[in-house]
């Protein structure tokens, strides 16, 4: 792989780890993302929580610094969640999957995929709040700076108790400019499956 192309991974729990879309779980993973802040030759740039997974894009110098770097946050978040459920052995269902990111229509289509997620699993019905909600606060679209509504530019506010995930900002050229010339992500963007082939890249199962 090279470090100028980007990664999207994903991440699937065991069932008994419960229901990932909640605050204690979404502070259990919010740490599991800080941990990784100090990597050089690793960065997570955006992540989105569901029910029962976890969609990550990251930019990593090459394979090894990939596999460590994913290595480091699954065994973070399993200690993290495996305390917050009481509960020992694997979070994480043997192995993630991670496919490099090589256009800026694949870059883009990866960064509606991510971010929009929740859309994509109605997620965005499930319950009052949720459904007025434009951005996904299981997710670091609230720091994203390439949404769009009404097709206009449109930049989220932080509001005021809410607790961003703290993330890199993409350096790759693919995740900062590159992905832009196919156009800005609607607010209210429904993704579709992922098109084209996905080639693992690497897998890890991390034990706490």
């Known amino acids: 792989m090279s470090k100028k192309r980007p990664v999207h991974v994903s991440m699937k729990t065991h069932r008994d780890v419960g229901r990932l879309r909640r605050r204690d779980a979404y502070q259990a993973v919010r740490g599991a993302v800080a941990t990784c802040l100090g990597r050089r030759d690793f960065?997570?740039?955006?992540?989105?929580?569901?029910?029962?997974?976890?969609?990550?894009?990251?930019?990593?110098?090459?394979?090894?610094?990939?596999?460590?770097?994913?290595?480091?946050?699954?065994?973070?978040?399993?200690?993290?969640?495996?305390?917050?459920?009481?509960?020992?052995g694997q979070v994480f269902i043997q192995r993630y999957h991670?496919?490099?990111?090589?256009?800026?229509?694949?870059?883009?289509?990866?960064?509606?995929?991510?971010?929009?997620?929740?859309?994509?699993?109605?997620?965005?019905?499930?319950?009052?709040?949720?459904?007025?909600?434009?951005?996904?606060?299981?997710?670091?679209?609230?720091?994203?700076?390439g949404w769009k509504v009404d097709g206009r530019p449109y930049t989220f506010g932080i509001p005021p108790g809410y607790e961003?995930?703290?993330?890199?900002?993409?350096?790759?050229?693919?995740?900062?400019?590159?992905w832009r010339d196919r156009g800005l992500i609607d607010v209210r963007e429904t993704p579709g499956p992922i098109a084209g082939p996905a080639r693992r890249m690497a897998t890890c199962s991390p034990r706490p």
């Open 98 to 145: 991670a496919v490099q990111i090589g256009s800026p229509l694949q870059a883009r289509n990866a960064l509606a995929y991510v971010l929009n997620n929740w859309r994509r699993h109605r997620e965005d019905l499930d319950g009052r709040a949720q459904r007025r909600a434009n951005v996904d606060p299981y997710s670091t679209g609230i720091l994203f700076d």
């Open 164 to 178: 961003p995930m703290l993330v890199h900002a993409p350096r790759s050229w693919l995740l900062t400019v590159g």
């Open 43 to 88: 960065r997570i740039v955006h992540v989105s929580i569901q029910a029962n997974h976890i969609h990550a894009l990251v930019e990593a110098n090459d394979k090894y610094a990939l596999a460590n770097g994913m290595r480091a946050f699954m065994i973070s978040a399993t200690r993290r969640l495996n305390a917050l459920r009481g509960r020992k």
